[in-house]
């Protein structure tokens, strides 16, 4: 008796391979285009197809250039029941708005930006919310969705659009309707999905198209290498050269990497207004300036768990005094 899984994963790899060339190559002109001009190509994907996105970034492999946005509440449910479970997953992932939310999280540059949005389903709120919402701001979309099982089945938004229709460039995975592909009798249900392995497919074929395309276009791309086959010294460089690229890549104002590290200078810098500090020792460097001929300004108040708090005012320890003994 053979294995049917590895059968089914060759038809649907080789259904890849002679029908969805021509997307796959545009997806990765499109990426290199835009990360060649310095710009980033964002990732989304939600439940399993947050898979895809990590196979995509960063991983060895990879090429810097991507920003994977992953919501945890959407694709951590690995504890089934309880917190962070499958039924609070499903239930978000349908949620009108939600979409909306995370991407308010984020600063975008349409002449220099891309996204790429990944759900076998193509139906669900988010998914389709986050491509919108990215097409609003002027991004090129490119989508990884199964065509069969979207166009079987109503969308969600309530747009009625299904991902395929909001997306500039679309890959069909090429999986059945349903997913899972293989009826055993005697079980409700078939087992064994396919969308998985078609988007691992998908995502490295764009990705060895990406590379070639920096490089045709005069751009050396930054690729995280294997550290197992590379002296200790090299490995170290390189990834520090990986993690200083993805930096200053989504280093742009208003977004969280632009401020600087550690709550203490991060309240150093609201508390200034950006204005860079000549560095002091000590707590000094906390101290206000006091303007010429005239009182400290007061501190600036933000809102915080407990109310208005100060911002710049680093805590100090309770130290209790000790007592002098008396003869």
Not at 81 to 99: H, K, N, P, Y
Not at 264 to 288: F, K, S, T, V
Request: glycine share 10%.
């Amino acid at each position: 008796m053979t294995l049917r899984y590895p059968q089914i994963a060759r038809e649907i790899i080789d259904k890849i391979e002679r029908t969805q060339e021509e997307p796959i190559r545009a997806a990765a002109d499109l990426f290199a285009d835009r990360i060649a001009k310095g710009g980033l190509v964002h990732l989304f994907g939600a439940g399993h197809s947050r898979m895809g996105v990590e196979e995509i970034f960063p991983r060895i492999g990879s090429i810097v250039g991507y920003h994977p946005i992953v919501e945890m509440s959407l694709s951590y449910y690995t504890n089934v029941v309880g917190t962070m479970g499958l039924a609070q997953s499903l239930f978000l992932e349908r949620v009108d708005g939600f979409g909306e939310v995370l991407l308010d999280n984020y600063v975008f540059d349409a002449e220099r930006d891309a996204a790429l949005v990944i759900s076998s389903t193509g139906i669900n709120n988010v998914p389709v919310e986050v491509a919108l919402g990215l097409k609003k701001r002027g991004l090129t979309i490119a989508a990884i969705t199964s065509v069969a099982h979207s166009s079987s089945v109503d969308s969600r938004h309530p747009s009625g659009k299904h991902l395929y229709e909001v997306a500039d460039i679309v890959v069909d995975n090429c999986t059945p309707a349903g997913d899972a592909a293989i009826h055993v009798e005697g079980a409700d249900f078939p087992v064994s999905p396919t969308s998985t392995l078609a988007t691992v497919t998908i995502v490295h074929s764009i990705n060895h198209l990406l590379a070639e395309g920096l490089v045709a276009r005069g751009v050396k791309p930054l690729v995280l290498g294997s550290p197992h086959f590379a002296d200790q010294e090299t490995a170290r460089r390189n990834l520090a050269e990986y993690y200083a690229e993805f930096r200053r890549r989504t280093a742009r104002p208003g977004s969280d990497h632009a401020r600087w590290p550690g709550p203490r200078r991060r309240r150093r810098h609201e508390l200034h207004q950006g204005r860079p500090l000549r560095p002091r020792g000590g707590r000094a460097r906390h101290r206000r300036r006091r303007p010429p001929g005239g009182h400290a300004p007061p501190r600036p108040r933000r809102a915080g768990p407990r109310g208005l708090v100060r911002i710049g005012a680093p805590r100090r320890p309770y130290r209790p005094r000790r007592r002098r003994r008396t003869r």
